[in-house]
């Protein structure tokens, strides 16, 4: 064993007592101190593509809100890091909470990770910014006061993609054979897209549970050549609607594919030739909206690629939290609640203002269904869609596509 | 008859298993290091193979790619492999299991976590109709390529003198010493072509998967079965093996589609059960 000699031991001292010299007036300016705000998003895995453009999307807002002087005088700091698993999302929202003093919660793409932190949120009584998991559950029977929700739910999305369907009559009659993500969101997308062919007559002939790590779909593609359907229809999440849509190319069979849910990152993915049919997105970089072309250019001179929709919905997300500390001059949970409940409008970059419904916590706000351009029509390799008008038009009420209090089991 | 498809199909996608797995059988039958970062080579290979086709094309990627990954298997036997031959297994492991992790990160770091994209060459799109089966065109190349490789690897291992070295140091590397023959440089050749042949499935699996960072971690899982199945040691096992996890995979998710991806841990553990040194593995004196 190592004996320290005095002098070590004093300098040793020394350099401890001058560190909490200088830690020690932070203590007393804490009026100043940073804005805290935790923020978790899946960073590896089969949504971390996802996630990376997330980060990228918090940090622009993070700088902007900095650079024009930050919340009620206060810079903002964005504690972000990857949510891994439900588990872990968990046990990192609870120690960002306890340990890293953060004011809120935001983020999250993942469903299963994002209802963990919305317990987390409710038995600490903090505010959580369900950002980007869009599972109808979380707002419906799990949802809880402590949670506000950007991203559309899935009822929505199959309604955007319903639309499109319908006026191109391929539901009536039609014979439909689904691909199930295996977790909470596919389960939750396939009930959804069960209530549309109920509705209009559209029949349900296959359905396939689909684990999140399967990474090769010929079985199931013959599967779906042995049932022969009218139309195929995904409920997949992540980069597995990228390995479907590409295998579904390879394999060339003769069945329209649509789908209800699918991120650009994973379209972009995809490659040129491979993606075809309706989906559905809450936003798009070729969006003609001048609040939204300026973000766009924006990130492209920083990034040098364009947005994809979390990195849009994050800097949403962040401004709209901002504006919420600002207008209610406090970081309080329950002043911020009371802030968004009241239905307070938000810019969102889109052409109709958002806000969050008050029984729900639900964010109304525009989405559009997209088809793929046909080959050879794309300016580059990130214009590979063309999207479909706003839906709901723009005479009807935003929360026409939402579920209604009836279809909604959600009490705060 | 429709199982019948599932049965063909699963026999390629079987073809493609043995690609990643061979190679690890290989590495671990001569130097008895378990390569944790076999996954990393075969993520390399899709990259390497992604970046070249841009400029080259397919075919050219198909071959540089694991050319290349081959050279860099050649400093990975060299400079980390080497020094844990004779050491704790436990510290290859270790060491292998960071190196799949750094070249994770690497690749992160290098291309983004965002998947690229890779399509399959026009003139392989599309199945095509054998009675009543139906075949990806692509997937054929890919099961031709594959029975190549394999024919390559037999002749190497059955039918040359390198092969007969190789084979004797499997079962008795003493005995091998002990006749004057260094193993050294046969091993640097054995991770040349295990690495190679993990990189050649990877640059034939981009088109048709996701490129994306993680792809090494998803793919040494399943190359772990068919290796554990097949035995150590025995090239035929490990072939039998691959076949028999794509079989038994496509068969399970034509009847019970939820317990797919289970099922090829089920067979495992049945195997292991039964004959706990895998379907036709040898007794090998250093490891037991």
Redo the contacts between chains.
Sequence with gaps: MTRFSRRTLLKAGAGFASTSAIGFPALVHAQTEKIKIGHLTP???FL??L???AQLGIRMAEEEINRSGGVMGRQIDVLSEDSVNPATAATKAQRMLDQDGVAVLMGEINSASALTIMQVAERNKRLFMQIGARSDALRGKNCNRFTFHVDIPNTVMVNAVGKALLRDHMVKDKKFFTLTA?YIFGHDLLNAAKRFFNANQGNLIGD????T????F???L??I??AKPDIVCSNLAG?QV??LI??Y????LPYPIVGFNLNT??A???????LAGTWPTVWYHTLDVPASKTFVANFIKKHGKPP?NHAWIEYISLKMMAQAMNETKSTDTDKLIAYFEKEAEFDILKARKAHFRSWDHQLMQEAYPFTVKPKGEAKD?WDLITLGAAVPDANEPLEILAPTKEQNPCTL | M?LL??VV??L??GGYYLLIALGLSLIFSVGGVVNLAHGAFYALGAYASVEITKYLGFGPAAVLSPVAVAMLGILFERFILRRFYSADPILSLLVTFGLAMVAEQAIRIIW?????????PPEF???VIVGDF?F?R??LLILVVVAAVLLGIWLLLHKTSFGRVVRAGIQRPDMVAALGIRLQPYMTTIVMLGVGMAALGGAFFA????????MGA??ITVAFVVVVIGGLGSFWGVVISALMVGVI??IT??FA??A??ASIYILMFLVLLVRPRGLLGERIEKFE
């Design positions: 960073l590896t895995g971390g593509a996630g990376a453009y295996d396939e549970l689909i684990a790590d399967v990474t090769d010929s079985p199931y013959l599967k050549r042995q980069n990228t390995t590409k295998q190319a390879e394999f060339g990152a994973d972009w993915a995809a490659g040129e030739g491979n994809e390799k | 429709f498809e599932q199909n699963g390629v996608l983004g976590a965002a998947p690229l994209s890779a399509s399959i799109r599309g199945s139906l990806s692509y997937r088109p048709i998967t996701i490129v994306h960072p993680a998803e793919v995979r496509g998710i034509h589609p939820a797919g991806e």
